[in-house]
């Protein structure tokens, strides 16, 4: 009989970031049947998940059930850790012998109260998976060695815990087998959208960032693994998008340009899809970029403030960050190319005119503008600084800043205003769209400090107080995998009908000069001049 292990993903998949045909599960098979000694006697199984409600937990369990494991893998993100223990818990209650083993960033960091919290898991992998799973599975397999000499393990002591010191990362990543290039992905299982990695970690530091997953320094895939699994995706009749999961693509323009002019090379004309920073952008990358069909560019702008910029180390320069922006829009504008511009609210020393200011910069530069709140990642750098800069961010994943010292909770309230309104501006109802730039304008006549940023807001708060709110919150249910566009848009054109003044409570027109007075003085404490947030910095 063999050992049957279930790698359990989880992906509640709404909205426009789809299924990703490839993930650590998938990879921690594949390093596991290429270097177990016990390789032949294990039979390992892949459930890929994607419930979005809670009462699906029961159904889920008894479906990695009926694969009667032995052991069940548990791959832990802040977006699935809530039903991840779910099924740990149903699991033990319907077989109290499996082994269950927890590993991702979302357990990495914390792992004793974890565990503490969760006495159905009996492992934690910390941080990069591959080797530790591998000794684990061995150790379970053949009953031979001690768990207290895995390395990066915690573990269960009879009724104590026990965390085991950390091991150090993989020096050669090519030592991880690509199952892709394995043929132990069914890519045609998948939506063909596929991400790859060919590094791992970032050079920057960013302190808010979990890219680098606690440890410092990249690494990187040789050319010859990387030019097989490209060339093989590049081929593959089901994949239409290759994601890079790298989180600087451009950091090293000789190695970006080849990977670049290999998929020219190699595409039939599949979709490609980057994270980049714009400082490192050189002509030479945005010329071979606007060869191909790029459908998706993340580029991180952060905020424009530079207290919290530096309160995060984050080095940046506003100027390039303008023009490289502006030519690879220009560049990639008959190609149809989606440029999201990353954009954080709630970094430490940040203020709301600040984040209002960081918008209107971005939307100057004509990009789409993909905001989040400040998530206090566990194992980052910031979440140990959190009290240094009175960080207070919700205790449940993924952990959004709820307050801080700059950034108060009613101004929070305003940002979720704002989001709103640009959620509007920036659906595809070009109805919705012209509204409220005439809004901007004719609050810009009642008032010369009346930016886009400040329109988004009044839209926003009205949509709040209005019947929209519910409607809108379902609309908007998932921040992260929003804006679900086309919801959006019906929703904005069913509410206005083209004419804002369904939404907001603002009256008739010929006062809407006096309202906005109203509410901008209502920001004058934090105003958006060019100096205003330097005072709310630390
Ligand atoms: C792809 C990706 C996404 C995709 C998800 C695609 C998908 N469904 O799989 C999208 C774009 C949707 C996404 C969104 C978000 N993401 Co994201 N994302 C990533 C990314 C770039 C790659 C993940 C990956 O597959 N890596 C490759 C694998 C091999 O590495 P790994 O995941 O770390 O797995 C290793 C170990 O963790 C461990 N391991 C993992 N699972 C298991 C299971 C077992 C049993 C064991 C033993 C070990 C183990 O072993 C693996 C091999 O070494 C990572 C960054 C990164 N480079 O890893 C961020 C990352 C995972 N995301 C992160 C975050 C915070 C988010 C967002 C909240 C947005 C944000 N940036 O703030 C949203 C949340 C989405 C939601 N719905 O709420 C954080 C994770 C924080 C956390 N604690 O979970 C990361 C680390 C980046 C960051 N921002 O710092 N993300
Ligand atoms: C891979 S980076 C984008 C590209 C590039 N590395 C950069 O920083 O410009 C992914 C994005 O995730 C977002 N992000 C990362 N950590 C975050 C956190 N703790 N809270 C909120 N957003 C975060 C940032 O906006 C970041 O731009
Ligand atoms: S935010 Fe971007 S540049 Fe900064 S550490 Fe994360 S991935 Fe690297």
Sequence with gaps: MPYKIVMVRNDPNYGKRRHKGLAAVHVLRSYLERHSALASELQVEIVELNSCWPQATELDTRWILSFEPDAVGLSCYCWNIGMQAGIASMLRRARPGIAIIAGGPEVSFDAEAFMAANPAVDY??????????????????????????????????????????????????????????????????????????????????????????????????????????????CEHPAVNVIWFADPTFDYDEARALRILRLIEEANAGQGVAFELRAEMLTPALIAQLARLNVVDVGIGLQSINPIALSNVRRASN????????????????????????????????????????TIDFALDLGGHVYYQPLRLLKGTNLAQRAETFGLEAAPSPPHNLERSLTFPHEDMIRAHHLNAGLDFLQCESMVVQEAIRELRDMARQASQKCSMATACEIVGRGLWASEARNLFRVANASPDDIPVHWRISELATLLTGGRLDNILPIGPRHDLATRLRASMSLSDGCAPSSSGYFHAAL
Aim: glycine residues 10%; contains cysteine.
């Design 124 to 233: 934690v992998v910390r941080g990069e998976g591959e080797v530790t799973f591998t000794e684990l599975v061995d150790h379970l397999v053949s009953g031979k060695g001690r768990p207290a000499a895995i390395r990066s393990l915690n573990w269960r002591n009879g009724g104590t815990t026990c965390a085991n010191p950390d091991r150090p990362l993989i020096e050669d990543l090519d030592t991880i087998p690509s199952p892709i290039l394995d043929q132990r992905v069914d890519l045609f299982a998948t939506d063909g959208e596929v991400m790859i990695e060919t590094v791992r970690g970032c050079v920057y530091h960013c302190s808010f960032c979990l890219h680098n997953k606690g440890q410092t320094g990249m690494r990187v895939f040789s050319w010859p693994r990387v030019e097989a699994e490209v060339r093989a995706l």
């Design 318 to 357: 506003l100027e390039s960050f303008r023009r490289n922006v502006s030519m690879l829009a220009e560049a990639l504008k008959d190609v149809g190319t989606r440029i999201d511009l990353d954009v954080i609210y709630g970094l430490p020393g940040d203020c709301y005119a600040g984040y209002m200011d």
